[in-house]
């Protein structure tokens, strides 16, 4: 489905607040992109492909930042990539049927607003934990899978966990998601290019992409307080609830 270019112009101003709010915290807005999409009724191939687009340009200037502050250690990454990269890219290989792509992303969307909630109870919790290496490459091959799937990069669920088991500080847990979202959407982006199904409109996209380069520049510079930052995530939350709901009831399962 062609927009209409009102409707490109709403999706970018919306884009760019996304971008804004999430950058601060080392998320892409992977899971909002897709929510927009699916309001604006754009094909399920469409709206993977846009959001990991968008998801990338996000988080590369989220994580130059972050390593070039030093809250990024590559070492603390590898038990998570090395598992959540080729399962990103199988789940984007993957191809779905529109009625099952659309009910898994109401589903996802649903989960996503609750972990989105829960990212902000632990915001707070700075202290360290030894992790088992074996754990994290679980949680790195289900959230890789999962994200690949849907077109999002998984920091919405990485983040939450990773607070909840103390993991580390909320800034090199921010830093950590953003790599992994940046690595994840890369190899899901391939996916889709490998199955055929990466769907493009230059127009719309690189409107989009001005939009979240120039929000997530901005939002990870001024580095939004933290109460404004909460308020606001829990805002998006309950918007990505509503709408996951309604794509899982309308789209996917066609109750109404």
């Known amino acids: 489905m062609a927009l209409s270019v009102s409707s490109i ?16 915290v080392g998320f892409g807005g992977g899971s909002s992109y897709l929510a927009l999409f699916a309001l604006f009724a754009l094909s399920f191939y469409s709206i993977r ?3 990991l687009v968008c998801n990338i340009a ?3 200037g989220s994580l130059y930042w972050f390593v070039k502050k030093g ?23 993957y191809r779905l049927s529109e009625q099952w ?8 969307l649903v989960i996503s607003s609750v972990f989105l909630i829960g990212q902000t109870k632990y915001s707070e919790i700075s202290n360290n934990k030894t992790t088992s290496p074996y754990l994290l490459c679980f949680l790195g091959l289900i959230i890789g899978f999962v994200s690949g799937l849907v077109g999002i990069g998984g920091g919405v669920f990485l983040a939450p966990i ?12 921010a830093a950590l998601s953003c790599a992994f979202i940046f690595v994840n959407s890369i190899a899901g982006l391939i996916g889709l290019i490998v199955s055929g199904t990466l769907e493009l409109s230059f127009p719309m996209t690189f409107l989009l992409l001005c939009s979240v380069i120039l929000g997530g520049q901005i939002g990870i510079r ?4 933290n109460l404004s930052s909460i308020v606001l995530k829990r805002i998006t939350a309950l918007l990505i609830f509503i709408i996951g709901m309604r794509v899982l009831l309308i789209n996917g399962l066609e109750l109404m």
Do not use: E, R
Request: with cysteine.
């Open 49 to 51: 492909s846009n959001a």
């Open 9 to 24: 112009l709403i999706l970018c101003l919306m884009f760019f607040v996304i971008a804004l709010v999430y950058s601060s």
């Open 162 to 173: 990773l607070y909840y088991i103390n993991w580390g500080t909320p800034k090199k847990i």
């Open 222 to 225: 001024i580095s939004l307080k």
């Open 101 to 108: 792509f659309f009910i898994l992303l109401g589903i996802i």
């Open 71 to 93: 809250y990024f250690y590559g070492k603390d990454f590898f038990p998570f990539i090395v598992t959540s990269v080729p399962m990103a890219y199988l789940g984007a290989t």
């Open 58 to 60: 996000v988080v590369s």
